[in-house]
């Protein structure tokens, strides 16, 4: 249990913290040696060991170990680190309360106490993931979305309803309230934790990679998968190596035009390139008292997309600032301050901690950026954006995406001059001219022009690089009032000037919490907004997690029937394929003006600097410069419009939720009643005759190959999401349970519904599986057959589990890498593999893939599928799994992968079960089998 006092206690570090009228019990940094030269996340760990030392998981020696921690060394110390909390949004938060419902029916056929099964540890949902803005534009969209989103999730609320009174420590944020990490910065966090009288660092870990908003707070904390946070929910440590820590020194002040979002983009660039996988990242230095906190959670939150497990800043006077504003107690702020000042944890900037590996960036340095069209470290300067776009049109309509009719560099109709491309002008009443320009050449880039007529907008031309989806959402930037200020008054400025949103964007408007719809409204400027199409159409991550919504069906037959090649802009932190809507092929990553820059504009094939987003009342050309505000404007306005009384009423009730919450029908009792018929919510399977001890582990004999995938294949390939589409195996099952299309809503929504998730995991419209030719989605060949026909993934997987064949899957670089999803192993493993074989994997996949005990390995140094000549048409030996059963962890296994014509192919794979612990969950068939038979023994 995260407050537990030390049973150990080896350096007598209990002490007394008075603060004001109140004391508290601590446990003294100082009474260790060594740690007060420690970076600040490494202190933060030192105190979670010496609190919980119980002189079996946790010893003197563990925490000798991190006091003497040698910056240069290769991680090789594990250690037992509890997180003080967990935080879970609904999507995989379904699942983890599926499953803790589930472990109570298991322990008690076992013979144990099912109300044992409880949260040992604060356990807090947020339900933001479920709202799909289907409605867009107009004054009444959030209320029908809102309307939408229940109509459709109504069994999953009700069930989390349930999961709210029957588990103790366990409380829900209801829908429409804002996104989870926001919620989490601006009320959730502790900062400094208070539980039975101890007083200690808030960490926390969550069920969504971008956890690490918290860390511009000084709360050590990242994503897990769900099967981690259900441990860690259950009182199991996480365990983890003793990290090497980054120092990311700032330096000089940001230019003005320059925004939050692009030093995010600047620095993702550089620590991506650096290499920070595993490791923890740490700001310091004076420029650190520069950077506001909301711009400390948006680098905190894009900790995922540089590769680093935490991405921290210690506390100071702004952290003191920032929970002042958002409405924290007195007291409170008086513990923060007081104890980490106590303990060496506030911040000093002329104090230097040594760390492992050094980067330094000037802030002045940083210019404009946008980032894409598939990566988040794909990082365009502003200035090069048309060039960079039209270099990368090609890899989607020559190679990867043929348009038949599309000749690069030519336009299709003849009326339009090779040389020109289309500009688009608007008269009052929505008519649209168009005409060639001469501005805007369409050399080196492929045209393809569409006219498309609709009722409601007016006839436009559609060509490659039409920016149909425009979204101020997600996290990373809606929790920051500098760009979401920024965005507002940059509308405000074009509509004064007569701009307006070309008529093919979707603009999608998803703050993260209420408190920014306040602060519009006091500022003046929602109606700027709503003029430009950005009403309010949920609080929840929407576009960022491919909640768009459909694109109006004119707009989406045009780009199918033409195989155009659109794009969108968000604010969000992922823009990975196939993630955002999938009528789209090109996703970039912008600050919030720049979204709505990118709307009224309408194409990626554009110039800021040179071409004009339209003409003002009197006919002169507007350029984004003469609209973007002034730090001067974006500072005033913040300072006359956010006040700390929006955040105290915002969340005086937050765990109540409106008339629609309270009114859902509640099931009771400590068991819950299934329901055979729900087609959202079904028992799991994990449990299914599990005996009380586990059976040994065995090698793998005659393995099938189910995917070949290649380098960067993200859990968002892997993990069932997004909409659920006509003819495919998890639409073939909701359709024999009567569920028609219009209700299929979408994959994440049905998370606790494995048989949906079986049939929706490595589906991806995107994935491209190497053992066929040409063909996207979930498809395989299915080796039961006579040629290998090919199939459904799910339907061969099927078959090869009927005859007894187990299944592997091969990987390139970075396998696993993306939102931390459980059901990208969940799916895994229920689909019969039993080994995933790869170049490299991202750290919470690989651990989940443990968790669920499917066992990870890579190729030797340097080889690869491709490099050992492997077609995925070979069957797989692999053996010495089985001296996991001695319990011992190999280094490596030998694997066979014999052809068909019998030739052989051998090498030694690299197992990658990294700690003791893992070991343990891998013998016992996962980390919730593990987790369940020790509750058993106590």
Not at 433 to 450: F, I, L, T, Y
Not at 479 to 502: D, H, I, Q, R, Y
């Amino acid at each position: 249990m995260s407050s537990k006092n030390s049973s150990v206690n080896s350096f007598g570090a209990k002490a007394t913290l008075e603060v004001g009228d109140s004391s508290y019990e601590i446990y003294r940094l100082d009474a260790v040696p060594g740690t007060e030269k420690l970076p600040y996340s490494l202190k933060v760990l030192a105190e979670n060991l010496l609190r919980t030392e119980d002189g079996a998981n946790i010893t003197k020696e563990h925490i000798e170990a991190i006091a003497n921690w040698d910056p240069e060394a290769e991680p090789s110390i594990e250690i037992q680190f509890t997180p003080a909390r967990v935080l879970m949004q609904d999507f995989t938060g379904v699942p983890c309360i599926v499953d803790l419902a589930t472990m109570r029916e298991a322990v008690e056929s076992l013979g144990g106490d099912p109300n044992k099964v409880n949260p040992l540890s604060p356990a807090e949902m947020v339900i933001d993931h479920s709202v799909i803005l289907d409605v867009f534009g107009t004054a009444d969209a959030f209320e029908r979305n809102v309307e939408l989103e229940y109509e459709r999730n109504g069994e999953r609320y009700q069930f989390l309803r349930w999961g709210q009174g029957a588990f103790d420590d366990f409380k829900v944020v209801p829908p429409g309230t804002g996104i989870v990490h926001q919620v989490n910065i601006e009320y959730l966090a502790r900062v400094t934790m208070v539980r039975d009288g101890v007083a200690y660092p808030d960490t926390c870990v969550g069920t969504d990679s971008h956890t690490t908003m918290e860390n511009g707070l000084g709360v050590l904390g990242w994503g897990v998968g769900g099967i981690e946070a259900e441990a860690a929910m259950l009182g199991q440590p996480v365990s983890m190596l003793i990290p090497r820590v980054v120092g990311f020194k700032l330096t000089g002040e940001i230019k003005p035009g320059v925004t939050a979002t692009d030093v995010v983009l600047t620095v993702t660039d550089m620590l991506r390139k650096h290499g920070v996988v595993g490791k923890f990242v740490e700001f310091y230095g004076k420029g650190v008292a520069e950077v506001p906190l909301a711009n400390r959670a948006t680098l905190g939150n894009m900790s995922p997309e540089f590769g680093s497990t935490a991405a921290m800043f210690p506390v100071d006077e702004e952290t003191i600032s920032y929970l002042r504003m958002t409405g924290r107690s007195d007291e409170q702020l008086a513990l923060v301050e007081a104890y980490a000042k106590e303990q060496g944890m506030w911040h000093d900037p002329d104090k230097e901690p040594v760390f492992s590996e050094y980067l330094e960036l000037d802030l002045s340095t940083v210019v404009p950026s946008i980032s894409g069209p598939k990566r988040p470290q794909d990082r365009i300067e502003l200035t090069d954006a048309k060039n960079a776009f039209r270099k990368d049109i090609h890899n989607y309509v020559e190679e990867n995406h043929p348009a038949p009719e599309t000749k690069l560099d030519e336009a299709v109709d003849e009326s339009f001059p090779a040389s020109d491309s289309v500009s688009l002008s608007f008269a009052d009443d929505g008519a649209v001219d168009a005409r060639p320009s001469a501005a805007n050449g369409s050399e080196g880039r492929p045209s393809n022009p569409v006219t498309v007529r609709s009722d409601e907008r007016g006839e436009f031309v559609l060509d490659h690089g039409a920016v149909v989806v425009a979204g101020i959402t997600s996290c990373t930037n809606t929790s920051n009032p500098s760009v979401m200020l920024g965005a507002a008054l940059l509308a405000k400025k074009a509509v004064e000037k007569g701009l307006a949103t070309k008529p093919w964007v979707k603009t999608n408007m998803a703050p993260g919490s209420q408190v920014v719809t306040d602060y519009y409204n006091k500022a003046g400027l929602w109606p700027y907004l709503e003029k430009l199409g950005y009403y309010l159409g949920g609080y929840g991550c929407t576009t960022c997690i491919g909640n768009t919504g459909p694109l109006p069906e004119e707009i989406s037959a045009a780009i199918n029937d033409n195989d155009l090649s659109v794009t969108a802009v968000l604010s969000g932190n992922r823009n990975f394929e196939g993630r955002i809507s999938p009528d789209v092929k090109m996703n970039y990553l912008a600050s919030p003006p720049l979204v709505i820059a990118y709307g009224l504009a309408g194409t990626m094939d554009f110039d800021f600097e040179s071409d004009p987003l339209g003409q003002d009342n009197d006919g002169n050309d507007v350029f984004l410069k003469d609209i973007w505000p002034s730090p001067q404007e974006i500072e005033e306005t913040i300072a006359s419009s956010i006040n700390r009384e929006m955040f105290t009423d915002s969340y005086a009730d937050v765990f109540k939720g409106d008339d629609r919450w309270r009114s859902l029908p509640t099931p009771e009792g400590n068991t819950f009643e299934w329901n055979e018929d729900s087609t959202y919510v079904r028992k799991a399977p994990y449990f299914e005759g599990m005996p009380a001890d586990p059976e040994p582990v065995s090698d793998i004999k005659g393995a099938r190959v189910l995917a070949l995938l290649g380098d960067s294949v993200t859990t968002d390939h892997i993990s069932p999401a997004g909409s659920i589409k006509k003819g495919t195996p998890a639409a073939q099952y909701l359709e024999e349970h009567g569920v028609e299309p219009k209700d299929f809503n979408s994959l994440g929504s049905r998370r606790g519904n494995h048989e949906v998730m079986i049939r929706g995991t490595f589906a991806n419209i995107r994935l491209k599986n190497q053992l066929l030719d040409d063909v996207s989605g979930g498809y395989t060949r299915d080796f039961t057959q006579d040629g290998g026909p090919q199939a459904f993934i799910y339907d061969a997987s099927q078959n090869y589990q009927k005859a007894g064949i187990p299944l592997v899957v091969l990987g390139g670089k970075e396998y696993g890498s993306g939102s931390s999803r459980d059901w990208a192993a969940k799916g895994t493993t229920l689909l019969g593999v039993r080994a995933v074989i790869t170049e490299s994997f991202e750290r919470i996949h690989r651990s989940n893939l443990i968790g669920m005990g499917v066992i990870p390995l890579q190729f030797p140094k340097g080889e690869s599928a491709a490099s050992l000549k492997l077609d995925g048409t070979e069957t797989f030996d692999i053996e010495g799994i089985e001296e996991l059963n001695n319990g011992k962890t190999p280094k490596t296994v030998h694997v066979t992968a014999t052809k068909e014509d019998g030739s052989k192919v051998e090498f030694d794979a690299v197992v990658r079960i990294d700690t003791p612990g893992e070991a343990d969950y891998y013998r016992n068939g996962g980390i919730l089998q593990y987790v369940l038979r020790n509750m058993l023994k106590s």
